[in-house]
């Protein structure tokens, strides 16, 4: 039979602890109990099929009744007239009179007391996170043990906003930057809450996003080159990675630019007068739009040919228009049909591109639709040096 048992009791009240409901009340000076806990009860037919199981069941909720234990639900009981077993007084509903009997139930009494303490101690520094652990008392609860130190990150940005120094410049006491790295996802709820808005950069998002929206400086974007022209070479070298800015400010005299993904085709690449090749950037070449001094009629993109790979010529030439792709077009492709391999399933291009010529287009769109053979795709690195040598030589 499916009635109401005591674990049932308890399993309700667990739902409502794990939604926050028994510690939120309290913070909003809201009165749940006495709670009404529904019972599901024998009906009529079943009372008179098997009696016995139903003194077994009422049996069973007295003995885990507040009456019997001294804690936890009272009963409020009915009394019933039945043709073959007569008057019977049995249960109707459960009734938990008090938060202390809920937890005592459910096992729960000593979290909630850590909890109201962390809580107490919390709005007494902090009264704006009020709402913020009415939502979420239990995310502060798993944080128990570190409580005092996710206040002092807080502290430290509330006495002083937008600090404009590195995350491993900061000076907490218990505090270093691995933890900090860790919480970037509750210390960003926290300070939302506490500090003024203009102390927020709201542009910034994400847990990636941390340093920047609250004044941190961040490690500088850098572009990793090779001079491919030892006439061109600074100060010797040839192969640098340097901070974004610092490489706007070289104002190399180069004539051409290869911009690759694959680093190692970077390394690799052959000597080409009065140029530079710029490996490794991904997505991330939107970084070359603040480079004045790159070739605009003269860069070329060297990419897998597959729907992304497509997709990030696209995006550069937002930026540079004039770009031109690099043994990305159908030759190459089927010159090396036996290297071929496939796109991740769940990972293909499925936008539109408009700055594609009509032949990579046709090409973007042939490996999309999958004309050419199930998620073609051909990466740059391998792409044999002969074939871009032979290229390189023609152009």
């Known amino acids: 039979m499916s009635w109401g048992t005591p674990a049932d009791i308890r399993q309700k009240l667990d739902r409502r602890w794990a939604r926050g409901e028994l510690l939120a009340a309290r913070l909003r000076g809201e009165s749940v109990f006495p709670m009404t806990v529904p019972l599901k009860k024998p009906a009529s037919r079943e009372l ?29 009981w009915q009394e019933v007239r039945h043709r073959v077993h007569g008057r019977n007084r049995l249960p109707v509903r459960v009734v938990v009179p008090t938060r202390t009997d809920a937890l005592r139930l459910i096992g729960r009494q000593q979290a909630a007391e850590r909890f109201d303490a962390l809580a107490d101690a919390t709005l007494a520094r902090f009264p704006a996170l009020a709402e913020w652990l009415q939502r979420h008392p239990l995310k502060a609860l798993e944080q128990a043990d570190d409580w005092d130190r996710v206040l002092a990150v807080v502290d430290a940005f509330r006495a002083h906003p937008r600090p404009g120094i590195y995350r491993r410049q900061l000076e907490i006491p218990g505090v270093d930057t691995k933890f900090i790295e860790a919480r970037r996802g509750l210390l960003s709820e926290l300070l939302e809450a506490v500090l003024p808005r203009q102390a927020i950069d709201r542009s910034a998002t994400g847990v990636r996003g941390f340093d920047r929206r609250f004044g941190l400086r961040e490690e500088p974007d850098r572009i990793r080159f090779r001079v491919l022209d030892a006439e061109l070479a600074i100060g010797g070298l040839t192969d640098l990675t340097i901070p974004v800015e610092q490489f706007a400010g070289l104002d190399l005299p180069v004539e051409r630019v290869f911009v690759t993904e694959n680093k190692i085709n970077g390394l690799a690449f052959p000597d080409v007068p009065r140029a530079i090749v710029i490996m490794g950037l991904g997505y991330g070449l939107d970084r070359l739009a603040a480079i004045p001094w790159l070739p605009a009629d003269d860069l070329l993109y060297w990419g897998d040919i597959d729907t992304h790979g497509f997709s990030i010529l696209d995006r550069l030439r937002h930026h540079f228009p004039g770009a031109r792709s690099l043994l990305m077009d159908r030759e190459t492709l089927q010159a090396h049909r036996r290297l071929w391999t496939r796109e991740g399933r769940n990972q293909r291009f499925e936008g539109e591109l408009d700055r594609l010529t009509e032949d990579e287009w046709r090409l973007f769109d042939d490996l999309r639709q999958d004309r050419l053979g199930e998620r073609v795709r051909l990466e740059q690195e391998r792409v044999g040096f002969g074939w871009l040598r032979a290229r390189l030589a023609g152009n």
Do not use: K, M, P
């Not at 098997?50 to 507040?66: H, N, P, T, Y």
């Open 48 to 76: 008179a099929e098997d009696f016995e199981a139903v003194r077994r069941w009422v049996g069973e909720l007295e003995a885990g009744s507040r009456e019997a234990r001294g804690f936890g639900y009272t009963i409020e």
